[in-house]
C-alpha cells in the first residue's frame, strides 16, 4: 500500500537506486575504499620511507652545488658509478630531507636520493620504487582502473561511476521525506545506536549517506572528467559560464644560440632567487632547447594551482610562467579539479574530509545489499522459522 501511494516519480527514482546500486555496487566499494586510503599517500610515505625527517637547524639549506658533491662522493664509493643525469632536485621545507633524482642510468634505473639539507648526509638511496611507492600505485591502478588494463579499465570505473552518481542523486531523493515530523526528521537525522542492528544499518545507509552526500557527488563528478571527454566539456562548460578552454601557459623554450651559461652553478643563483620559499622543485633540462622548470610550493598532484617558471638554461632568464591573473572563478575552479578531486585543496584538513566521505561512499553498497537481502529474504525466514516453531 505504501509503495502504491508514491508517485510515478518516486518509484522510478527509488527503482534506479535499487538496480543500479546493485550493478554499480562491487566497483564503486573498491574504488572509494582504495580512494580512501590513497588520499594519504604523502603521509603514508613520511611515515613508511626511511630518511623523510630530519632535524631542523638555524642554518640555511645547503646550496644545490654543494649537495650535488656529496652525490658525488657516492658514486666513487658505489660499485655503480652511472646514475644517469640529474632529473631533479626537491627542495621540501625546514624538517625534511631534500630529493634528488637522477636517471636513467645505463641499465634504465632512477635514483632518488634523500638528503640531509643543513649537512648533505645521505639519508636514504631508493632505486626505482620501493614497497611504499607500489603499495600506493597498487591503490591508485584499483581506483583509478580497477586494475583492468587501460583505457579499458577508465572507461570501466568511469562508467560505473556513472551510475554510483545518479544512485546518489536518487538515494537523496529516496530520503527526502514525503512529510517532515518529528518521526521523519529522526530517522533522517539520527543514527538510533540502541536499536537491532538491522535497524541500525538502514541509518548508516540513510544518515551517513545523506551528511556526505554533497561531498560525494563534487567527489565523484570530479573523477568522471578523467575519463570521458564530453562530460569534462559539459563540466567545464557549466562552472565556467561556457567561456572557452584556457590554453596551458607554455614554458617556454631556451635560446639555443646562447653557448655558454651565464653563471657557473646555474642551480645555485634559481636557489638564491626563490630560497625564500624553502619548499622548491627543480627540474633541470635534458635537450639544448629545455629549460629549468622551476617550481614554488609543489604538490604530489598535478600542480595546475602550483607557481612555476621556466628558465632558459643559460641566461636564466624568465621564459614562460604559469599564470591565474584575469581568470574566473569557474577557470580557477576547473583548474583545480584534481587537487579538489584527492582532497589536497585546502590541505590536511580537506583530505580528512574527502577519506571520510569516500569511506562511506565505500560503505553504501554494502549496507544497500544488506537492507536489500533483508527486506527480500529476511522475512521468508523469519515466516519459517516460526512456522517451524
Known sequence: MAQSK????RRISNWLHLWLGLFSGIVVFVVCFTAAIWTFRDEIVLVFTPGQQVEKMDHPFLKPSEL????????????????GRLYSLDYRGGNKSCILTYGPDTAGNYHDLYI????????????????????????????????????FGSYFVGTNCLLFLITLITGFIWWYPAKWTKS?????????????????NIDLHNVLGFYTVIITIILTVTGIVFTFRWFDDGYHWLITGGKPRLEHPHKGISDTTLLR??????????????TEYQNVRINYPKEAKDVYMVYLNPTTGHNDLTTWYGLDQNSLAIVGRSSFENTSMGQKIYRANFDIHVGTIGGLPTKILASFASLVGASLPVTGFIIWYNRKWGKKRKRKAVGCG
Open 6 to 9: 508514491k508517485s510515478l516519480f
Open 68 to 83: 650535488k658533491r656529496a652525490v658525488i662522493k657516492l658514486t666513487k664509493d658505489s660499485a655503480s658509478k652511472d646514475f
Open 116 to 151: 640531509n639539507p643543513y649537512t648533505g648526509k645521505i639519508l636514504y638511496h631508493r632505486i626505482n620504487e620501493d614497497r611504499v611507492s607500489r603499495f600506493n600505485d597498487f591503490l591508485r591502478a584499483g581506483h583509478r582502473f580497477f586494475w583492468l588494463p587501460r583505457p
Open 184 to 200: 521523519t526528521r529522526d530517522k533522517s537525522f539520527k543514527i538510533k545506536w540502541k536499536a537491532n542492528w538491522k535497524r541500525v
Open 261 to 274: 651559461p651565464y653563471f657557473v652553478y646555474p642551480d645555485d643563483e634559481i636557489w638564491r632567487r626563490f
